[in-house]
């Protein structure tokens, strides 16, 4: 996460889950989110705002854990 600053850190409940949700801001005027699930299993998101990327993100994760919990669906 070089050249990016943490702008925004809060735990969401999905799912029945508590994830944590850091979103950046890159030297570009871009931003993103990412949730860390494990090492080497991550999500990340971009977006052109803050909000921009929380909603896509928050999207993205249910989708995330609803595919880990029923991967044949």
Aim: glycine share 6%.
């Amino acid at each position: 996460m070089e050249n990016s600053t943490l702008i925004y850190k809060n735990n969401l409940q999905v799912l029945g889950e508590s994830l944590e949700v850091q979103v950046f801001s890159r030297q570009d005027g871009r931003h993103f989110a990412r949730t860390v699930f494990g090492p080497s299993d991550q999500i990340i998101i971009d977006g052109a705002s803050p909000r921009e990327v929380l909603e896509k993100h928050c999207d993205a994760l249910a989708l995330a854990l609803h595919f880990r919990r029923f991967p044949s669906a």
